[in-house]
């Protein structure tokens, strides 16, 4: 057998590499301590918000609950991925295993899954608040609580459990390097020498399904279609301020999913992917607890009292 043959049979399961974002930086060092401190910001932000959401009865309400439940996925989120970043950056290297990819993989995959769910749920809460608003106090309680978030989970988890098996199967014969900071399918599939085109399109469709049926088409055409035929520019206006925290957390979220998962190849190129991935899984973890706290009198009443105890508490 020559070297050629045994490194066919071989490579399928050599070590990725995984190029990052420090390399291609001048200032590796000074981006590695901005990442950081990003990534404390948004522990300690979505940490406090969470805190607050259980601690303040005022908060104790369905829409809160899938906050807290959105600020816990990012905080997951943001930890699978640039943990392993920083720490390959500290000690000078950039491999990751097979094994290690693919529970990366899984992991993001399931918290992305679970987020996309959880959104559409968000959507139902506003769409019983704003087009049922007599039947909402009967019809939302904390067993639908449970349910909705525990199929948020459960079907992120089937997301994770589906792509994640066949990604990882398809043969890698070509680079071993992934431009990405994150063993994100799109990259990976990149390295496969056999033809995905197919489970391209499956996937795109996975994503149509989980993003524009249920959130779209469904929920916000209900909602902006009662916010039109209400009589009164009070109503209206209130309507909006509770829908504009979450729309704008959805155009977020949403809007890096369909470049990533819905855009055809042809319009990917490794920096673009890195960037859109930055801005979803680094930035957007720090930007929703201060969209849901800063726009919300709730929140910052509830921040204001813990803070007033506890500077009382040192007195």
């Known amino acids: 057998m020559d070297i050629t043959t045994w490194i066919t049979n071989h490579t399928e399961w050599a070590d990725f590499i995984l190029v990052g974002l ?34 303040s009865a005022k908060l ?7 906050i807290s439940q959105l600020s816990f996925m990012d905080m ?25 990819c693919g529970i990366q993989m899984f992991l993001y995959l399931t918290l992305v899954g679970s987020e996309f769910f959880l959104l559409a749920a968000m959507a139902y809460d ?38 994640t098996p066949v990604t990882m199967t398809y043969p890698f014969y070509r680079s071993r390097e992934i431009q990405h900071f ?17 489970y391209e399109t499956l996937m ?27 009589n009164s520019a009070e109503g209206r206006r209130k309507a909006l301020a509770t829908l504009s925290s979450h729309m704008m957390v959805v155009t977020l979220f949403y809007g890096a999913a369909v470049y990533t998962y819905m855009l055809p190849s042809s319009y990917h190129t490794p920096q673009k992917d890195m960037m859109v991935s930055v801005f979803h899984t ?34």
């Open 60 to 66: 104790h309400s369905l829409m809160y609950f899938f």
């Open 22 to 55: 420090f390399r291609k930086s001048q200032h590796s060092a000074l981006l590695c301590v901005v990442i950081f401190l990003v990534f404390l910001v948004a522990l300690s932000g979505n940490s406090v918000l969470i805190i607050l959401i259980h601690s």
């Open 76 to 100: 997951m989120s943001i930890s699978i991925t640039v943990t392993k970043m920083l720490l390959n950056q500290v000690l000078g290297v950039s491999t990751i295993s097979v094994p290690e």
């Open 182 to 198: 994150v063993c994100e399918v799109p990259a990976v599939m990149k390295l496969s020498c056999s033809d995905t085109s197919l």
């Open 282 to 315: 680094i930035l957007t973890p720090v930007l929703n607890p201060l969209i849901y706290s800063f726009r919300n009198k709730d929140v910052t009443g509830a921040l204001r009292k813990m803070l007033s105890v506890e500077s009382f508490r040192k007195q």
């Open 126 to 163: 506003h769409y019983m608040v704003i087009c049922h608003p007599l039947h909402y106090p009967v019809l939302i309680n904390h067993r639908l609580c449970l349910l909705l978030a525990s199929g948020c989970w459960f079907l992120g988890s089937v997301d994770g459990f589906m792509l």
């Open 204 to 230: 795109y469709l996975c994503c149509v399904q989980m993003l524009l049926i249920p959130v779209t088409v469904i929920y916000y055409s209900f909602i902006f279609l009662t916010i039109h035929r209400m």
